[in-house]
């Protein structure tokens, strides 16, 4: 049976709630708030029934045992403090006890990464968190495929409820899985290429087309013999590449005719390029002008697309191009659209697309995990999936 927080009554109560407030931070500054602002319905929900709420989230990858401001929650808890209008007490040495003042109903604990034990989901930790308080919301989606202290251990020791982020999140996934309305198109692109291969593998079976970009598809542009110069790759997976390529799911990769690429070092210059016309030194930085064209056209000529990543170096203009018309033609489209990946929901935000998409998952790995039908304990847990 499910365990949801829509179906109890949590009241009265003082409720640790695992978030997923791993925002992308550049110069200091929050890029994306998507994150916190996806949190707020239970946050508030529980406020309303009179709980008092101590929030757990990492952020990062800082080193264990070592606080490092660079990875502090501070920015996030200021944030969250102005979106809600109330006091967020951020908290450092808190595996000993946290105590709540009058004036504070929401406690954030200091990065739960700083914290020894959490990686390896160590006992004395779990027990240590769940100590903390009554009962144990899970809202986390984006760490639901692991098994760490505070997103799997913890829920040893206390009573557990998937909160309202994580539900809707389910829902979702679960609808593209089962997906009636076809033709389904997946586009699978961003620098992650060893992950995101597997999940090609899986997707070319349940989609009518395939589209690639970034590293990705720079590494199968080299298993098919072409030149890619300097461009991301990861060639020990050129092998796996050439596999999925010589399938019989192949057709469905719809294949690049150009890309834009440079040669300069400073990244400037750009040049549309045919494939066939890249030269040594070049670095593929986006798709092409037709490359981008045939597959919008494939976007418009679908029912549901699902996106991962994005297909080019949008950190630098104009490398954002591709990513961006691609965002530009899912969101003018009729298809049910569901994106996921921290690089990617931020380039819509910012394009102010965000309610032109069917679902934004807060998920990256995650929801790719999902997808696969991996192992997730918490949500088996939980009774999700
Ligand atoms: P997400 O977080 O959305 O899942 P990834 O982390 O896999 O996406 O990839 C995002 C990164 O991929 C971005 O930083 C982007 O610059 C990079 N990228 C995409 N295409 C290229 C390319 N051709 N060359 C270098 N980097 C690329
Ligand atoms: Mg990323």
């Not at 407030?21 to 029934?49: A, H, M, W, Y």
Request: hydrophobic share 35%.
């Amino acid at each position: 049976m499910q365990k949801l927080l829509s179906q109890t009554s949590i009241k009265n109560k003082i409720v640790l709630l695992r978030l997923d407030l791993n925002v992308p931070v550049f110069e200091n500054k929050i890029l994306s708030d998507f994150r916190i602002t996806k949190s707020l319905k239970t946050i508030q929900d529980l406020l309303d029934n009179n709980n008092r709420i101590i929030i757990l989230s990492h952020f990062g990858r800082p080193t264990e045992g070592h606080y490092d401001s660079k990875y502090s929650l501070e920015r996030v808890s200021d944030r969250l403090q102005e979106l809600l209008s109330q006091k967020v007490m951020l908290v450092k040495n808190w595996t000993d006890g946290v105590k709540f003042d009058d004036a504070t109903n929401i406690i954030m604990c200091e990065n739960v990464r700083f914290e020894v034990g959490e990686k390896e989901n160590s006992l004395s930790l779990s027990k240590k968190i769940a100590s903390l308080g009554d009962v144990l919301v899970f809202d986390a989606f984006g760490v639901s495929h692991r098994k760490e202290a505070s997103s799997y251990g913890v829920s040893d020791y206390l009573d557990t409820y998937a909160g309202h982020l994580l539900e809707s999140e389910i829902i979702n996934a679960k609808k593209l899985l089962s997906v009636q309305t076809r033709p389904l198109t997946t586009i699978i692109s961003g620098a992650k290429i060893s992950t995101k291969l597997t999940l090609i593998k899986k997707l070319i079976l349940k989609s009518d087309h395939i589209i690639l970009g970034g590293g990705i598809l720079n590494t199968f542009l080299s298993a098919m013999g072409n030149n890619i110069g300097n461009s991301l790759v990861e060639s020990s997976f050129i092998n796996e590449a050439k596999e999925i390529l010589n399938g019989e799911h192949s057709k469905k990769i719809i294949m690049p005719i150009d890309v834009v690429s440079t040669d300069s070092l400073s990244l400037d210059n750009p040049k549309n390029k045919k494939i066939s016309m890249l030269q040594s030194n070049d670095k593929i930085l986006d798709i092409g002008e037709k490359t981008t064209d045939r597959y919008i056209d494939i976007i418009r000529s679908s029912k549901t697309v699902f996106w991962n990543g994005p297909l080019g170096y949008i950190e630098k203009k104009p490398y954002d191009n591709g990513t961006i018309k691609i965002s530009e033609a899912i969101a003018s489209s009729e298809t049910y659209s569901i994106v996921g990946g921290g690089d990617t929901i931020p380039v819509i935000e910012k394009l102010g697309l965000q309610n032109d998409f069917s679902y934004l998952s807060t998920g990256g790995g995650s929801l790719l995990k999902f997808i696969e039908g991996e192992d997730m304990p918490i949500l088996t847990k939980l009774g999700m999936i």
